[in-house]
């Protein structure tokens, strides 16, 4: 069909025009309809396999049979924040409630971007953060990684490269610790001693979707510098550890100042009562946190000595997913293993052409994704 440009489109804000939409992992639905397959796993949005907590389950059961989903949730989330200001030791004020933690970032986007301001990510960053800023008709500034030869952290963020770009017009830095799609992180010490060098005019936001995963010792003790740094700004999600990712939950703490205004734009009831009660109860249940993060850390190992063995290198991770070089073209490879039920992540988008981003599954999902991988490769 031959495409009409429309009158209307001519007022459509320039930066909207230019995105290209998010694209997310492929639905299992997708590829048994594509291809007409009856039995595939999904390795590819970096969710849990291990699914919500058995209380989580049961509370959800429990309020499904009460039947009031008819009536609006608590817009104001006020069961939830008391148990986020519990588990953080932080003031309700200084919590917003988020539809994913992307939503949060779309807040902050809102609040503080717009035309003649700027927002400072790295390369190979999540790809929400230039959707973002695009859609508020702000400026990208995009702060070169580390290459890919660098000895211990290649694709990471560069925090020299981050310093250098800020001017006065950057309102806003975007630092994923661990980041998505690469999974490399930034030190504590390092990391702090940037914050503590922007200017106090700029917002710093911390992704900390994966947080939970970082190996013992390793995590930041990013709750304590909101307490010296007032624009900092960390946001959390129920998607990953939680395995909420399906209910859509996740949270921003801040200088109450910040929340104010990212909850003037939030939308009513932008969190659904199931989501409110399913993020509520899996909070109190870090015994379920700990067994995932277990999993993931065990199979993490045991995916990267195969990988190791099959000659593949691996970009170093404290996520819960690999993201990994085969030495060319990834595209065959990754149509290889649509074919066999197994679907992973393309980075092309990412300006990785040749590498694939596989989440960790269980054992035997992984079992099953080493050997079509040796399969395809083989061929």
Same mark, same amino acid.
């Given at each position: 069909?031959?495409?009409?440009? %429309?009158?209307?489109?001519?007022? !459509?804000? =320039?930066?909207?025009? =230019?995105?290209?939409?998010?694209?997310?992992?492929?639905?299992?639905?997708?590829?048994?309809?594509?291809?007409?397959?009856?039995?595939?796993?999904?390795?590819?949005?970096?969710?849990?396999?291990?699914?919500?907590?058995? %209380?989580?389950?049961?509370? /959800? *059961?429990? +309020? =499904?049979?009460?039947?009031?989903?008819?009536?609006?949730?608590?817009?104001?989330?006020?069961? @939830?924040?008391?148990?986020?200001?519990?588990?953080?030791?932080?003031?309700?004020?200084?919590?917003?409630?988020?539809?994913?933690?992307?939503?949060?970032?779309?807040?902050?986007?809102?609040?503080?971007?717009?035309?003649?301001?700027?927002? /400072?990510?790295?390369?190979?960053?999540?790809?929400?953060?230039?959707?973002?800023?695009?859609?508020?008709?702000?400026?990208?500034?995009?702060?070169?990684?580390?290459?890919?030869?660098?000895?211990?952290?290649?694709?990471? +963020?560069?925090?020299?490269?981050?310093?250098? #770009?800020?001017?006065?017009?950057?309102?806003?830095?975007?630092?994923?610790?661990?980041?998505?799609?690469?999974?490399?992180?930034?030190?504590?010490?390092?990391?702090? *001693?940037?914050?503590?060098?922007?200017?106090?005019?700029?917002?710093?936001?911390?992704?900390?979707?994966?947080?939970?995963?970082?190996?013992?010792?390793?995590?930041?003790?990013?709750?304590?510098?909101?307490?010296?740094?007032?624009?900092?700004?960390?946001?959390?999600?129920?998607?990953?550890?939680?395995?909420?990712?399906?209910?859509?939950?996740?949270? *921003? @703490?801040? +200088?109450?100042?910040?929340a104010d205004l990212l909850n003037r734009v939030r939308q009513p009831f932008n969190l659904n009562m199931l989501a409110l009660l399913a993020a509520e109860v899996a909070l109190g249940d870090q015994a379920h946190v700990a067994e995932a993060v277990? /999993?993931?850390?065990?199979?993490? !190992?045991?995916?990267?000595?195969?990988?190791? #063995? @099959?000659?593949?290198?691996?970009?170093?991770?404290? #996520?819960?997913?690999?993201?990994?070089? @085969?030495?060319?073209?990834?595209?065959?490879? +990754?149509?290889?293993?649509?074919?066999?039920?197994v679907i992973v992540r393309p980075m092309a988008s990412y300006q990785m052409p040749t590498y694939l981003r596989v989440s960790i599954g269980t054992n035997a999902e992984n079992t099953r994704f080493l050997a079509a991988l040796k399969e395809v490769?083989?061929?």
């Open positions: 069909m031959t495409k009409i440009e %429309q009158p209307f489109l001519k007022n !459509a804000l =320039a930066g909207v025009m =230019a995105l290209e939409p998010y694209s997310p992992g492929m639905p299992i639905d997708e590829l048994q309809r594509r291809l007409g397959l009856s039995d595939v796993i999904k390795l590819a949005s970096n969710e849990n396999p291990l699914g919500p907590s058995p %209380q989580v389950k049961a509370a /959800l *059961a429990e +309020h =499904a049979a009460s039947g009031n989903v008819s009536l609006y949730p608590d817009g104001g989330g006020f069961r @939830l924040k008391k148990k986020i200001a519990e588990f953080h030791g932080i003031e309700a004020e200084r919590i917003t409630l988020g539809n994913g933690s992307n939503d949060l970032l779309e807040f902050i986007a809102r609040v503080f971007l717009g035309p003649g301001r700027k927002a /400072l990510f790295s390369e190979y960053c999540f790809a929400v953060y230039p959707l973002a800023t695009l859609a508020q008709n702000a400026e990208a500034i995009v702060a070169k990684a580390l290459p890919s030869d660098h000895p211990t952290m290649p694709y990471g +963020h560069d925090l020299d490269a981050f310093a250098a #770009a800020l001017t006065p017009e950057v309102s806003v830095v975007m630092i994923a610790n661990p980041n998505n799609p690469t999974g490399t992180w930034v030190e504590a010490a390092p990391l702090e *001693a940037f914050i503590a060098q922007v200017p106090a005019s700029t917002l710093i936001v911390l992704d900390e979707a994966y947080i939970e995963y970082f190996e013992p010792g390793l995590a930041p003790a990013s709750r304590a510098w909101l307490d010296r740094y007032p624009n900092l700004v960390i946001t959390r999600t129920f998607s990953k550890t939680y395995g909420l990712a399906g209910l859509r939950a996740g949270y *921003a @703490l801040s +200088h109450p100042s910040v277990e /999993l993931n850390r065990s199979e993490m !190992a045991r995916l990267k000595a195969e990988f190791d #063995a @099959l000659g593949l290198k691996t970009l170093p991770s404290q #996520a819960n997913f690999l993201t990994f070089d @085969l030495g060319r073209e990834a595209a065959p490879i +990754h149509k290889g293993l649509l074919e066999r039920g490769l083989a061929a």
